[in-house]
């Protein structure tokens, strides 16, 4: 089946911590984008990438990072630096960049 | 002022009521409008894509975009319990590199059985 994968479903990050969120698709997708959202808030552009070896920082891109090696993935990296890093975090895809198409998604706790 | 603005609710309705759902924007180069319903705890799935001004329909959903007030609507006719979800519009301009999206914040809906 094609679609998009994120893993782990939960994940708990101690202070001073970075940890790495995993997003994977089997679309032949181009464009793969990394949102946060926070109730109430919507869904907020952390980062996205066109194509492989090139990515963009989206609004709220302090105190994260991404690399883009692969295609298929598109994995995300929480550093210490994001000092409020609770969110649910969700990963989307696109071929056309008009539609976009959401993985399951992470929630990141902080212990 | 945001760019994108809706309504969170809650709306409540009781099953079978007609929905209308709805969102206003500022900015008058979007021309893609997209309705995602998402599920408490899942990722967003897209509903409907609409190109310009009109309708859509697509089953007991409709989407309606007036591009002249920049408002957007998404209508569900005989709704039903497993409609309940979060609402969520979102547009592009269509220009420029990944045409990123603008999300509303989202309309949580409850439909009463």
């Known amino acids: 089946d094609g679609g998009i994968t994120q893993s782990p479903k939960y994940l708990f990050r101690k202070e001073g911590q970075n940890v790495t969120l995993s997003c994977e698709q089997n679309?032949?997708?181009?464009?793969m984008y990394w949102y946060r959202q926070d109730p109430g808030q919507g869904l907020r552009l952390i980062y996205y990438?066109?194509?492989?070896?090139?990515?963009q920082k989206g609004d709220i891109a302090e105190g994260y990072s991404v690399s883009r090696e692969k295609k298929e993935s598109f994995p995300l990296t929480v550093t210490s630096a994001q000092k409020n890093p609770t969110a649910f975090y969700l990963c989307a895809s696109s071929i056309n960049q008009e539609t976009q198409y959401f993985g399951p998604g992470t929630r990141l706790l902080v212990l | 002022q945001k760019e994108v603005e809706q309504d969170p609710g809650p709306l409540s309705v009781p099953e079978g009521a007609i929905v209308s759902l709805n969102c206003t924007y500022s900015n008058s180069a979007f021309q893609y409008f997209m309705w995602y319903r998402q599920y408490s705890r899942k990722g967003p799935e897209l509903l409907m894509y609409?190109?310009?001004?009109g309708n859509k329909e697509d089953g007991r959903f409709t989407a309606q975009v007036d591009k002249s007030s920049k408002y957007i609507s998404l209508f569900i006719r005989d709704s039903q319990p497993s409609d309940s979800a979060t609402y969520l519009c979102?547009?592009?301009?269509?220009?420029?590199?990944?045409?990123?999206?603008?999300f509303g914040s989202g309309t949580q809906l409850t439909v009463l059985p």
């Open positions: 609409t190109y310009s001004s």
């Open positions: 679309l032949n997708h181009d464009a």
């Open positions: 979102a547009m592009s301009a269509g220009t420029g590199s990944a045409r990123q999206l603008t």
């Open positions: 990438s066109q194509i492989v070896n090139d990515f």
